[in-house]
């Protein structure tokens, strides 16, 4: 059942403060977050400070800036700062984990059919290099609730079953998953949990701690609107003895414990590392309520947004409203489904017509197998009301697949 939708109030779109183009209607903070003006000149600054005298910046700047960083960012999500690491985005914080779990041939590594495309590929690597069982979990839309989803996947597991990978956030599906309930329920079996959390650290309420998986992955660079490669990886203290790390170098001076060795991969850009504060507090500041303010009203927008997508097109919602957050996946309207074949394209032909003449960035994916056909959008600050309604008359005006140069 859909409502009418009820639009929370639009923050002035500022230039001042985003880098957005102002002629595009950006509705993919999914797949690339915009980073906030304010963040980004602290960045150059920083910079400048790193060739105004690089050895300088490297041998006793980084040390202490990186450790305030976590600092920052262990206070936000509810975690000790000693026990994460910095990487560069949530694919390499999976692979790291994946990596790092000793294994033997025949045991089993286990995910969901709402998993993100390069986690998956990196699990059939690991399977097939060290011979496992992957098994892939159905979780069909619609969705009735998380604790089915819970069912299936400890349906899925069995006394070989040695890690679940579950997303916080799913990518294409946009579900909030009930990950801790779940990690508890896996715990309770012996099953260690990685939660691929790319897009919960600031869309969320995140409480790292608390959801207690034995490897949590996380994005800053999505919701948290931190600098591009920006993420991190949080492991539990009795998984940390002789984690290892994906590059073999010296360990950062000064550091301490399991971090040491992850600490410094060789020369590299951690400026976007060091603005993770800065981040933090930038965002904060733009509602009078902070953060909680600024992820309730992401919420209610992409709320909205469905709602008015679902009542233009006649849809009904996939995913209970209690397993939203501000990303919300749609099947396509009717009149826009395919029935000729399924492009190959890297970029679907509507996406391709959405942006070149509406210009409105929008993802439009086949899930899970082609010719099922959806697109997602998010909510954002910068996102405003007449954004959904722009596309929404955009998909309606849009002509039948024949105008989409599909293959027949
Ligand atoms: C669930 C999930 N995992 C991993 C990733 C990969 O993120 P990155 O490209 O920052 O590695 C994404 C990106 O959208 C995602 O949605």
Not at 250 to 263: I, L, Q
Not at 333 to 345: D, E, F, I, K, M
Request: with cysteine; hydrophobic share 45%.
């Amino acid at each position: 059942m859909t409502s009418e939708p009820v639009w929370p109030v639009s923050m002035p779109k500022s230039r001042d403060f985003w880098m957005l183009d102002p002629k595009v209607r950006y509705l993919n903070h999914g797949a690339f977050g915009a980073t906030p003006r304010a963040v980004l000149e602290h960045q150059s600054e920083l910079r400048a400070r790193m060739e105004r005298e690089p050895a300088q910046f490297f041998a006793h700047y980084v040390g202490p800036e990186l450790a305030r960083a976590r600092h920052a960012l262990g206070v936000f999500v509810n975690a000790d700062a000693d026990d994460f690491i910095f990487v560069t985005n949530a694919t390499t914080g999976v692979n790291l984990v994946l990596e790092n779990l000793e294994l033997e041939a025949g045991d089993e590594i286990v995910t969901t059919n709402h998993d993100y495309l390069s986690c998956r590929m990196a699990m059939q690597a690991l399977a097939r290099r060290r011979d496992l069982r992957l098994v892939v979990v159905e979780i069909p839309l619609p969705l009735r609730d998380g604790d089915s989803v819970i069912e299936a996947v400890l349906a899925a597991t069995s006394s070989q079953t040695r890690l679940v990978l579950i997303d916080h956030v799913t990518s294409p599906t946009g579900v909030v998953m009930p990950v801790e309930k779940l990690v508890a329920k896996l715990e309770a079996r012996g099953i260690d949990v990685l939660v691929d959390g790319a897009h919960a650290t600031g869309m969320l309420e995140l409480d790292v701690s608390a959801i207690g998986a034995a490897y949590y992955v996380g994005n800053l660079h999505k919701w948290l609107c931190s600098p591009k490669g920006t993420a991190f990886v949080h492991v539990r203290r009795d998984r940390q003895k002789g984690f290892r790390p994906l590059v073999v170098a010296r360990g950062a001076g000064g550091t301490e414990g399991f971090r040491r060795d992850h600490d410094w991969p060789g020369t590299y850009d951690c400026t976007g590392f060091l603005c993770i504060p800065r981040a933090i507090e930038v965002m904060a500041g733009l509602l009078p309520g902070g953060w909680p303010e600024l992820r309730a009203r992401n919420r209610a927008m992409a709320r909205a947004a469905r709602d008015h997508l679902c009542s233009t097109f006649g849809l009904a919602p996939p995913v209970p409203e209690s397993m939203l957050g501000a990303l919300v996946t749609l099947p396509l309207p009717a009149h826009l489904a395919w029935r000729g074949t399924q492009p190959t394209a890297p970029i679907d032909p509507l996406a391709r017509t959405l942006f070149d003449t509406h210009a409105i960035e929008v993802p439009v994916f086949a899930w899970p197998s082609s010719p099922h056909r959806w697109f997602r959008v998010s909510a954002q600050l910068y996102n405003d009301r007449a954004d959904y309604e722009a596309l929404a008359r955009a998909l309606g005006d849009t002509p039948e697949i024949g105008g989409l140069h599909v293959p027949t």
